[in-house]
């Protein structure tokens, strides 16, 4: 049997009396790059609120490692090895772009230890491989705030990565992004992949198909299908929920 | 090189402070008190630029330890000052105790009469208070607006309090005639000697990566905590040691006024210092003193010129600064530099992109 390093266990969130997760069942397996699709409101974003500590489930456990996270506090769950990156880009506007990803950077977390750290060469070292990876050599010393919003998305990406997680949760890495910037992010995210577990969500199929292995569809808070690109592609019942379209890679 | 400053900067820090150091020997006793006041008031701006400036937490109640630390000592002040003159105080404690029918010096109040205790004590009786505040507020995720209504309604209820207990406090005519270290220039070098110090401290916060982490929670605080910092710990930390320096501007200020009242403890100054460190600029420090000298100083020039329209001068100045200057006078000057650098070194876009306000409130 694979080992997981992510179970969702009879997963239920209500929102003043709407159901937005409903009894879900989801794994994640360690090392896996899984890709998680689905209409509007399906409940994906909310998910990774719940798995990050933002929100607590009405009802379920959530296991990290075998280890149970739900409701416990964001910077314990980021701690035990999971970061992520927020739907809306975001990143600190007024810090270079150096600085913010060596606010990301792993280790330092306290405030007394934070007080007399200094970035060593090593951390600067990480720092620069990272910016290569994103792309941003050349834009370090700028302010985030004069980035385009494609670099915003990368930037934040370059943080996540900087924060050395063991599973990543990337909300819509691609949202705002021309052809070529959609291309890059995806070679991008599978080079991340190779290293560590990563969860997309993602609406952009033809993205989807260039990274995905496996693919899990919600609908109105329950897994609708999982297996491959193709499977999903060709399966009748995820095709009836994207608007009666006889395919979803016709999805927008 | 020193606290962070280039070679460049640091010789314009020392032109500075050797200034104003020198200021006694030309300036006269009138303006050297004034400028130690105002340095004063510095101190307690640069407190306000470390947690509004670099943390985002819109504090309108800094005043309270500033007030606290002016308190203790003025109170210290006054009941040695009773105690060894007798003639005019009949029974040796203070008038306004007497005059509110206490015959003694209350038994808890007895440690105060020695300074080397009372000013120690305030500031950090001022730390504990700031601690206990910021663990109950910051640990409790109320920031933004709410957390400055919640630092407004501690001004105001301290500055009830003291009103209220007269009889321990001097009540609404606050603590008079207790001696003062006015014209005396040993004292006002001292004032400069710890305004240098805590400008130091701040520049040495904020430039570490304490202080990064600090700016990143003014950006986004919920971004950081998934980053996983405890957010609320940072916040604790930087309000406490903010409202230590108040407390010890507010002591150095009570020893060189000789007066001291509920206004240096209520909203009024605390809304004042905000004013000070918009104006000067917010996350620079060296708009801390900027903010307060520039504004104090033409309150104070234009009072002795204009009998009631330096008023609205002063007012007139506020609003062009924040309409034409959102960055306060010294970050509109560090922006436009950093452009400029950025241009030179072929890296800033041609068009300038729309500033962008550090948010109260995560956006997410």
């Not at chain 2, 005059?99 to 109040?109: A, D, I, Q, S, Y």
């Not at chain 2, 009786?125 to 206990?132: E, I």
Request: net charge neutral.
């Amino acid at each position: 049997m694979a080992s997981y390093i992510l179970e969702v266990r009879d997963l239920v969130n209500t929102v003043s009396g709407h159901t937005i997760i409903d009894h879900l069942e989801f794994d994640i397996e360690e090392g896996e790059l899984r890709v998680l699709v689905g209409p509007n409101g399906a409940g994906k974003t909310t998910l990774i609120e719940i798995i990050t500590g933002r929100y607590r489930p009405t009802q379920g456990q959530i296991l990290f490692q075998g280890q149970r996270i739900d409701g416990r506090p964001r910077h314990e769950i980021y701690r035990l090895g999971i970061s992520r990156k927020f739907q809306v880009p975001t990143v600190y506007d007024n810090l270079t772009v150096f600085e913010n990803l060596s606010v990301a950077l792993r280790g330092h977390r306290q405030v007394f230890s934070s007080l007399f750290y200094r970035i060593d060469a090593r951390g600067a070292g990480q720092i620069e491989a990272v910016l290569a990876q994103i792309n941003l050599l050349h834009r370090a010393k700028d302010e985030a705030y004069t980035l385009s919003h494609g670099e915003k998305q990368w930037l934040e990406i370059g943080m996540v990565v900087a924060s050395d997680p063991r599973l990543m949760l990337l909300d819509e890495p691609t949202t705002g992004m021309t052809r070529e910037e959609t291309d890059k992010t995806a070679r991008l995210i599978r080079e991340i992949a190779r290293t560590r577990s990563v969860m997309v969500v993602e609406h952009d199929m033809s993205f989807v198909r260039q990274i995905a292995n496996r693919i899990t569809v919600l609908h109105q808070g329950q897994k609708l299908a999982e297996g491959s690109v193709r499977e999903i592609e060709n399966n009748p019942r995820v095709a009836e929920v994207y608007l009666g379209r006889t395919k979803i890679s016709a999805a927008p | 090189m020193i606290a962070g400053l280039s070679r460049k900067h640091l010789f314009f820090v020392l032109v500075v402070i050797a200034a104003l150091a020198a200021f006694p020997y030309f300036g006269g006793d009138f303006r050297m008190n004034q400028l130690g006041l105002f340095l004063c008031f510095v101190m307690l701006a640069l407190s306000l630029d470390l947690i509004w400036g670099f943390t985002g937490i819109l504090s309108l109640g800094n005043a309270v330890y500033f007030g606290g630390g002016a308190y203790f000592v003025a109170m210290s002040l006054k009941l040695k000052y009773a105690a060894t003159n007798p003639a005019r105080y009949g029974s040796g404690i203070p008038d306004f105790m007497e005059w509110n029918g206490l015959t003694e010096v209350p038994v808890w109040m007895r440690p105060l009469e020695s300074i080397w205790f009372a000013a120690p004590a305030g500031v950090l009786a001022m730390g504990l208070l700031a601690f206990v505040f910021g663990f109950i507020t910051f640990k409790r995720h109320i920031y933004g607006v709410y957390c400055a209504v919640i630092t407004l309604a501690e001004s105001v209820i301290f500055e009830e309090l003291i009103i209220e207990f007269q009889a321990y406090t001097g009540g609404f005519n606050g603590i008079t005639d207790y001696g003062s270290f006015s014209s005396n220039t040993t004292f006002y070098w001292i004032i400069l000697a710890v305004t240098v110090f805590f400008f130091w401290l701040a520049r040495k916060i904020t430039t570490s990566h304490f202080g990064m982490i600090l700016q990143s929670i003014r950006e986004n605080e919920l971004r950081s905590e998934f980053f996983g910092f405890e957010v609320a710990n940072y916040k604790i930390f930087v309000f406490t040691v903010a409202a230590m320096m108040s407390a010890v501007a507010g002591g150095l200020y009570a020893a060189l006024n000789g007066i001291i009242s509920h206004q240096e403890i209520g909203p009024l100054l605390s809304i004042e210092g905000v004013i000070w460190v918009a104006v000067g600029g917010r996350g620079t420090l060296i708009g801390s003193f900027v903010g307060p000298i520039l504004i104090k100083g033409a309150e104070s020039l234009l009072s002795e010129q204009f009998a009631w329209m330096w008023g609205l001068f002063v007012g007139l100045m506020f609003i062009v600064i924040v309409v034409f200057m959102p960055d306060g006078i010294v970050g509109t000057l560090l922006r436009r530099a950093r452009r400029r650098r950025a241009l030179a070194e072929g890296r800033a876009p041609a068009y300038e992109p729309a500033v962008v306000q550090a948010e109260e409130t995560p956006t997410v």
